[in-house]
């Protein structure tokens, strides 16, 4: 009997070999991952005949959305549909031959998890089969997938790459803070996935969100408002309050892995807490992870503008304080994500990078999201473009009024075209450089900047601020004001220093250190005035490591009761950690290697601390130890990493400091060679 009848015994989805040719080798799932627009062969074994297309059919069925795809003995995939075809397989004598079947997705297929089944359908009988379930994602190998980048470099870099450099601090003062993407940690595409199937869409209308998840554009306003919590059960929750009990302070975040874990292990409780380059980080996981190229930027003095007027406004006393006034703010950096994709709703011309931002400003569509704004629509100030271009225009192009105000009346408006959006950054593909990218939000006619002093006054005083080198933490700050009469006769003046504490996104605090004297300058005559702020004057809170110092000089003409007002906002640095890999050009995969981290202690106090590193790919788990170190002392520890994956990888320490309010961090990557 059984040699008259095809009876499927078990199904070979082949998952090492599909995953190599479909480049998900190193993401983990509980299912076969693969890229649409791409065919994929699986093996039927059976009992008894072969298969015949004259006595039985063969239909594959993909849910949740049952559609049925039966097999051709013949034929090519389909572009836009689903296709499964037999393909010729070697007849080896007196051995049954595994049916294969090359089975082709089309670049419009939705991203998920699908379910496969196969139905065998003879004349009088069908018998159903399930065969298991598989992931799909984006494909940015496949010409015609939206999200297509043509460039092996860049897809290794944006979409392979599980490590970043992300940008903190002024664009004098750049402070490089190492990033684990962990896109390949234990069962993390799985927890991507669930950022798609928890969404309110898709509770809402899971078919119409799976058909609409074809679209890198509807992914990515998705991704955006699931990975804060403001709607929904998104993954991260804000906190700019400096107050972190009952969660994790921002800045001792080092990866996405631990976040997204922490949000699925906790059936979606929001993580606590995130600040704006946490969120574009643990979004940049994602979208690599499904297969959109995605980076991470850095807006330097970004405007957020909340009345629509394109201009932010700031008020100062006449002693050169930073008034707490309006709702209007620069954040000295603000971090989202750029990801890669076709617009084909926007008309020709904006393809390519698309800014999104999960960090929860200002609704978009009713829910806290942004984006994707292409970045040629921004540069181009087209604000009627979906989605959010005039939110985005904003934060790079607004002008600045900055008012000095006496008992709530103005006395001087100075205008800045060139501060807001001084400096647009990423990480260089391939390399720790810094890619400046301004260029591309501007406006054509601006990038010669049309910049109005706003230290001077015609015929009158100017004055400027020098810092005379980069601050550090643990020494001296110490600084120039620069005063030129510009005027041909003496002038009396009275000069007003002061230094103010400020988080990065918000109007600084009340002054900490201040200065005030009487001077007399002659006709045409520049004078220089060194000041020093002492280790102990800054140290309480200044140091905290996303604060920044404001530094502000308002020099007074006695008898014209003019008033000149130059300020300057920069970070101090903290000491680095030196990571030494022992063989760095001979890492090879599954060999172990010694690494060390050494610091010296340059504080004239002991610290007390908790050592991490840690590294994707190079260390199974982290490595972490309590140190306390000595003034002067220099410790050295060594640690053992075996790599687990090929290619580019970081490995990164920080010390977390608990008698000062630091951490202190280092990096080292290594390229891991085949044995």
């Known amino acids: ?336 994500v750029e990801s890669w994709m076709k617009r084909p709703d926007l008309g020709q011309g904006y393809d390519g990078w698309q800014v999104v931002d999960p960090t929860p400003q200002e609704q978009s569509g009713g829910i806290y999201r942004c984006g994707p704004a292409a970045v040629k629509a921004i540069s181009e100030k087209k604000v009627d473009m979906p989605f959010d271009v005039p939110f985005v225009y904003a934060e790079v192009n607004a002008d600045v009024h900055k008012i000095i105000l006496r008992n709530g009346k103005r006395l001087s408006c100075t205008v800045e075209k060139d501060r807001v959006g001084a400096l647009i950054c990423t990480k260089h593909p391939g390399s720790k450089k810094m890619q400046d990218i301004t260029a591309e939000y501007k406006p054509k006619k601006d990038i010669t900047f049309n910049f109005v002093s706003i230290h001077a006054v015609p015929e009158g005083i100017a004055v400027s601020l020098q810092l005379l080198k980069a601050p550090i933490v643990g020494e001296n700050i110490s600084f120039n004001v620069v005063i030129t009469n510009k005027g041909d006769v003496p002038k009396m003046l009275r000069k007003h220093v002061n230094a103010q504490s400020k988080e990065y996104n918000c109007n600084p605090t009340e002054a900490f250190w201040k200065a005030e004297n009487d001077l007399e300058i002659g006709p045409y005559e520049t004078m220089t005035v060194k000041h020093e702020i002492s280790f102990e004057e800054y140290m309480a809170k200044e140091v905290m490591e996303d604060h920044l110092v404001n530094l502000a000089v308002v020099i007074e003409d006695v008898e014209s009761e003019e008033r000149v007002l130059a300020s300057e906002e920069f970070h101090i640095k903290s000491p680095a950690l030196k990571i030494h890999v022992q063989n760095k050009r001979s890492v090879i995969i599954n060999e172990q290697q010694l690494a060390m981290v050494t610091f010296t202690n340059t504080f004239d106090v002991a610290v007390n601390g908790v050592l991490t590193v840690e590294g994707s790919g190079l260390l199974q788990e982290k490595f972490q130890i309590s140190l306390t170190i000595q003034p002067g002392e220099t410790i050295w520890k060594s640690i053992n990493i075996i790599p687990r994956m090929m290619g580019d990888k970081m490995l990164h320490g920080s010390l977390a400091l608990t008698n000062l309010p630091i951490i202190l961090r280092g990096f080292k990557t290594v390229s891991v060679q085949a044995a």
Not at 56 to 69: I, N, R, S, T
Not at 74 to 79: A, C, E, I, N
């Open 1 to 336: 009997m059984n040699g008259t009848q095809f009876k499927v015994q078990n199904v070979d989805l082949q998952q090492v070999r599909n995953q190599i040719q479909h480049r998900t080798d190193g993401l983990s799932s509980k299912t076969l991952v693969l890229r649409r627009g791409q065919p994929f062969t699986i093996l039927i074994n059976y009992d008894g005949r072969p298969f015949d297309p004259q006595r039985e059919k063969l239909v594959f069925v993909l849910g949740p959305l049952d559609v049925e795809v039966p097999l051709s003995v013949s034929g090519q995939p389909s572009p836009n549909k689903w296709s499964a075809i037999q393909e010729k397989s070697l007849s080896i004598p007196y051995a049954p031959c595994p049916l294969a079947v090359s089975l082709c997705s089309p670049v419009s297929a939705y991203v998920g998890v699908y379910k496969l089944q196969l139905i065998v359908e003879t004349g009088w009988s069908a018998k159903t089969f399930s065969l298991g379930y598989f992931t799909l994602l984006c494909n940015p190998w496949c010409q015609d997938d939206p999200v297509f980048l043509p460039s092996e470099e860049l897809r290794n870099e944006y979409v392979i790459c599980d490590y970043g450099v992300l940008y903190k601090g002024t664009p004098s003062e750049m402070v490089l803070r190492p990033w684990s993407f962990n896109q390949y940690d234990k069962g993390m595409l799985d927890i991507c996935m669930q950022l798609l199937q928890i969404s309110p869409q898709s509770q809402a209308d899971m078919r119409k969100d799976l058909l609409s998840r074809s679209s890198p554009v509807y992914i990515s306003r998705v991704i955006s408002a699931m990975v804060n919590c403001q709607d929904d059960k998104g993954v991260l929750q804000g906190n700019w309050s400096d107050n972190y009990s009952g969660g994790v302070n921002p800045s001792t975040w080092s990866g996405s892995g631990d976040i997204l874990r922490m949000w699925s292990d906790s059936q979606f409780r929001p993580v606590k807490y995130g600040q704006c380059w946490v969120f574009a980080a643990v979004m940049c996981t994602v979208m690599r992870a499904l297969g959109i190229p995605t980076r991470v930027v850095t807006n330097f003095n970004s405007g957020h503008d909340t009345n629509d007027n394109m201009v932010i406004e700031e008020y100062y006393s006449e002693m050169g304080e930073k008034l707490p006034i309006g709702r209007d703010s620069i954040w000295n950096f603000h971090v989202w």
